[in-house]
């Protein structure tokens, strides 16, 4: 598989570790070191500890209802590489950025930070409407 | 200086480029390619034309208040690093990824990511309070 495709894998194990809310996959799915997270309206998550912990949690979560991702784009650099994405939770989207980082072979996630946005789920090339708040 | 220093040194330029309405500072932040941007609440931006182009409207758009930058964290790997920090805009706190990628030495920036979070602007270590939606 061409780069691209292996962190879309990643990318899309990490959807299925949260639907089967499967706790150990997604501790798999996150790197050892140097990992950040950054829940919609939550404090910065640093460290392993700290994400992992929060992950716990929210697959523990009855309540958590199922998040799919939609539109999702890559860019790679050699070791590193995100995916740009689009999250639905029931009718609320959210815009995403999955980072991923490359050792011995093996992509696992190293960053993860979600924003609610306003608009319809689609990515878009476009320039925003001037005048928002930043 | 330090990886972790030269990349604080560019995410203080990024903020002085911002609070100067400085576009040819900005655009020179900016890496030519690979770049992407997540403004709260807009449509996700891929490419330097578009991200450039939101900036631009940004800097030009007089109602813009001063965004200053807290409690930044680093964390680096080789040539790729990024800031974890806190924006404040008036009284509104965001938690902001600012990543940088260094090519012939130069660390430039290549994705901005800001949030709207609910709590004081500071960084935590801690678990966040379970339950809420991810």
């Given amino acids: 598989m061409f780069d691209d495709d292996e962190i879309l894998a990643v990318n899309a194990a990490y959807y299925a570790a949260f639907k089967d809310r ?9 790197a050892e070191d140097g990992v950040s997270c950054i829940h919609p309206g939550w404090v910065i998550l640093l460290g392993r500890t700290a994400v992992l912990g929060s992950w716990r949690d929210i697959l ?26 689009i999250e639905l939770v029931e009718d609320i989207a959210f815009a995403v950025t999955n980072q991923f980082r490359r050792r011995e072979g093996v992509w696992r996630m190293v960053h993860h930070q979600a924003s609610p946005i306003n608009y319809a789920p689609a990515l878009s090339e476009e320039e925003p409407p001037p005048g928002r708040l930043h």
């Avoid at 499967?22 to 996150?30: G, T």
């Avoid at 523990?60 to 994405?85: F, H, K, M, Y």
């Fill in 22 to 30: 499967d706790f150990e996959a997604m501790s798999r799915l996150w």
């Fill in 60 to 85: 523990r979560n009855p309540d958590q209802p199922v998040v799919t991702c939609r539109s999702a784009t890559v860019i790679a650099n050699d070791d590193e590489g995100r995916v740009l994405c």
